[in-house]
Each structure stands twice: as structure tokens, then as C-alpha cells.
């Protein structure tokens, strides 16, 4: 057989083999994207009510104690504590997330986790508890890591802060 026919068919036989990986992998990269968007939703549920102290503890509890918070603006925490006591003081009851629609993407992390990536706007309290037009917007990576059934993060970065 031709080198030049050999070529074409081993590009041709990968392509297939490629294909049905990618289709053997759609259904657990949708379940795991599933779990990541209700977790991403669950924890900035807490994070937009932590002015409530359970609240505030719950949103703790989706972070590891060793957890490193990478923000532009803000610069690195190393710390889970002293990441809720920044969010304590700049956060509760000032300002809640909204994760842009649409923008939310998930990649598999073989042996650790998930790696999501998505868009969110910040939208402040008005006098009375009730929000404005949200007037910030920016990007998020954040790093989650499974152990048995139980999900945390490990690392977030918040970055690329604009007005809307």
C-alpha cells in the first residue's frame, strides 16, 4: 500500500477511534458539568446571603482550610480564614454574584476534580436589601477537588474586573 494511502487511513482510523472517545465521554462530561454548576450555585447561594452567619459558614464549607484566593484587585489568600473574614468585611450584605448565563465551562481533571471557568457580575444593595443593576463584571477559574463524594475548592482566581 502507497505510504501516501497508509497515511490517509491511519488519519482516518484515528479520526473514528477520536469520535467515539469523545461520544464514550459526553455523557459523564455533561453529568460532571451538572455537579459542577449545582455546586458553583450552592456556594454563591451562601456567598450572597454570608451577611446571615450560617450563611457565611456554609459558603466556608466549600473551601479547603489551605485554600489560595487569587484576585486582580484584591491580591492572594492563602487561607480559608482569612479568605471569610475578607469576604465578612467586603462582602456580606454590600454585593451579590450572578453567574453570567451561558458562560459557565467544565473540563475534567483525571485523579482530582473539575477545573470550571465562567463569567460573573457583582450587583449592589441598595438602601432596604434589594439590588441594582448589577455594575461589575469578571472572570473566574476555579480549581475543585473530589474526594469521595465530597467536593472542594482548592484554588480560585477572580480576574479581569470591569464595570458592566
Request: proline letters at 5%; one cysteine or more.
Amino acid at each position: 500500500m502507497p505510504v501516501r494511502r497508509t497515511r490517509a487511513l491511519l488519519l482516518t482510523l484515528g479520526s473514528l477511534a477520536m469520535g467515539g472517545q469523545a461520544a464514550a465521554n459526553a455523557a459523564p462530561q455533561s453529568d460532571l458539568f451538572s455537579t459542577i454548576a449545582a455546586l458553583d450555585s450552592a456556594a454563591f447561594e451562601a456567598f450572597n446571603r454570608c451577611e446571615v452567619p450560617a450563611q457565611l459558614d456554609r459558603y466556608a464549607s466549600f473551601f479547603e482550610p489551605d485554600v489560595e484566593f487569587y484576585h486582580d484587585l484584591g491580591g492572594v489568600t492563602w487561607a480559608r480564614d482569612e479568605m471569610i473574614a475578607q469576604t465578612r468585611t467586603n462582602v456580606c450584605g454590600k454585593f451579590q454574584r450572578e453567574l453570567v448565563p451561558g458562560t459557565l465551562k467544565v473540563w475534567p481533571i483525571q485523579g482530582y476534580g473539575a477545573l470550571a471557568r465562567g463569567e460573573h457580575r457583582f450587583c449592589h444593595y441598595k438602601p432596604g436589601g434589594t439590588t441594582h443593576p448589577c455594575e461589575g463584571r469578571a472572570e473566574f477559574t476555579i480549581l475543585w477537588r473530589q474526594l469521595g463524594q465530597r467536593w472542594t475548592i482548592t484554588r480560585a482566581f477572580s480576574y479581569g474586573h470591569l464595570p458592566n
